[in-house]
């Protein structure tokens, strides 16, 4: 069983921005690990926002694209998500996720607000 616990999220407006983090209880084996963000606004689906590979190849939501920055710190056992320029359409809880290539785990999820 792998725990992650989420931070960082919060109320911010429009054009602000906010860095979340994740931290896994996984051991040492992270780094070898996919990590990803994903969001999930009200009455919508559960969306990818972000990925990053243990390769570091990484792949953005276009609605995110520019705005968006996925990181790792492997010796953390930690995941970024700093995102800027943030509109209110960014609201939603926010999730993250690890792909051990066997199964997925999911943090409890943080909430984010944008007020326009």
């Known amino acids: 069983q792998v725990q992650l616990v989420e931070s960082g999220g919060g109320l911010v407006q429009t054009g602000g921005s906010l860095r979340l983090s994740c931290a896994a209880a996984?051991?040492?084996?992270?780094?070898?690990?996919?990590m990803a963000w994903y969001r999930q606004a009200p009455g919508k689906q559960r969306e990818l926002v972000a990925k990053?590979?243990?390769?570091?190849?990484?792949t953005y939501a276009d609605s995110v694209k520019g705005r968006f920055t996925i990181s790792r710190d492997n010796a953390k056992n930690t995941v970024y998500l700093q995102m800027s320029s943030l509109k209110p359409e960014d609201t939603a809880v926010y999730y993250c996720?690890?792909?051990?290539?066997?199964?997925?785990?999911w943090g409890q999820g943080t909430q984010v607000t944008v007020s326009s």
């Open positions: 996984s051991g040492s084996r992270f780094s070898i690990y996919t």
């Open positions: 990053i590979t243990r390769g570091s190849t990484i």
């Open positions: 996720n690890l792909d051990n290539y066997l199964t997925t785990y």
